[in-house]
């Protein structure tokens, strides 16, 4: 077997698929990557078991078919030291053994039986559902999400994206108990209800894929497994098994009191204030009036305090409220829009966070965090 390609060209589609590797994998062969040659077209997969990344590249000067697992690793080492060049692959299918000719070197490794590697899972026929969607609003819903979902070994369900699609929208969820996103989009829909839970790594392996893409994505996916194919990439991964919890109940509906106020100024003063919280709570205290929100923040522990002051629009009962720094640091971060609304009932209840302005007109974000006991 044998075939040219670009440096640089198979660089960056390594370096993609690469991310699907974990580096703790207890199977030797999932830390290489399999090279399978068919009709001028070179498939690379990478894996980890529970989730699965596809490239291809189309060539132009092949020589015979086959398939090969080469080390990871050391390839994107050698390649990352090339300038753009065309590389000549020559695969002996009996040894394993492999050159790569360079414009004037060669270098050479052995590589492992391609029937080792472990095959993706197959969907079911029965229960699979197809949908079809832009790149743009499965790449909104993740960044808009992801930051969210939580790290907890007993409620897996919670470490993912919920997914649910309807006839009339998809709606994107994720919460770690203590802050929650929910991100609705009516521009994608379905044929019918259904709903699944996409861990987090491979909702990060399509975020970091899906910024360059601009066309359409094909997702199908049944009751244990998810495709995500476009552009020139195929996404296999495992889904969360589990019933995601009524995250519509946590939402607080009567939130008398308003408050409105730019979201970048608000972001600054809350990075700056929350250097003098204490460092194991991080609690920062909004204490709202009229046209006023003082941030404040203080370590008793070692005589340390601040407080500044910001303009607003508000609209509501005189009240202070706590919350966590990072987390209130981390939704700031996720609404686009110039200005935030704050949708508060007491001090004992979440606070929801909305965006002034949506992005576009398909869109309904709600970030909701929830609140810290302020000692008297």
């Known amino acids: 077997m044998k075939f040219i390609v670009s440096s640089t060209e198979l660089l960056s589609h390594l370096q993609r698929v690469s991310k699907a590797i974990s580096g703790k994998s207890t199977i030797p062969i999932l830390d290489s990557f399999l090279f399978d040659l068919q009709n001028q077209e070179l498939t690379i997969t990478a894996s980890d078991l529970e989730s699965t990344l596809v490239t291809k590249l189309t060539l132009e000067n ?55 590697y472990p095959k993706y899972p197959e969907l079911s026929e029965n229960s699979k559902m197809d949908i079809t969607i ?54 994608g829909k379905a044929d019918r209800d259904a709903s699944f839970i996409l861990p987090k790594k491979p909702a990060n392996l399509l975020k970091g894929l899906l910024a360059s893409v601009e066309n359409e994505v094909s997702v199908s996916f049944d009751d244990k497994n998810a495709v995500f194919i476009f552009s020139e990439f195929k996404l296999i991964c495992r889904l969360t098994e589990g019933k995601y919890p009524n995250y519509e109940s946590v939402i607080p509906t009567e939130n008398p009191n308003k408050l409105i106020i730019n979201r970048t100024d608000l972001y600054n003063t809350v990075k700056r204030v929350s250097v003098f919280s204490n460092q194991a709570s991080n609690l920062i205290k909004l204490h709202l009036t009229a046209n006023e929100l003082i941030v404040s923040a203080q370590d008793i522990d070692f005589s340390i305090s601040a407080n500044e002051r910001l303009a607003c629009q508000y609209q509501g009962d005189n009240m202070e409220i706590g919350f966590k720094s990072v987390f209130l640091l981390e939704i700031l971060a996720n609404i686009g829009s110039d200005e935030v609304v704050f949708e508060m009932s007491d001090p004992s209840k979440a606070g929801i966070m909305l965006p002034f302005e949506s992005d576009t007109d398909n869109e309904d974000v709600l970030m909701l965090l929830m609140p810290m006991m302020i000692n008297s």
Do not use: C, W
């Open 62 to 116: 092949t020589d015979g078919e086959g398939k090969i697992a080469l080390e990871a690793k050391r390839l994107l080492d050698i390649l990352k030291e090339f300038p753009e060049q065309p590389l000549t692959f020559e695969i002996d299918s009996e040894s394993l053994s492999t050159s790569i000719l360079s414009e004037n070197g060669k270098f050479s490794v052995v590589g492992s039986p391609a029937d080792e």
């Open 134 to 187: 832009t790149a743009e609003l499965l790449d909104s819903g993740i960044n808009k999400t992801v930051f969210a979902t939580a790290n907890d070994e007993l409620r897996p369900v919670m470490n993912g994206i919920f997914f649910s699609l309807t006839k009339d929208d998809m709606t994107f969820v994720a919460s770690d108990s203590h802050k929650l996103v929910r991100y609705k989009r009516t521009d």
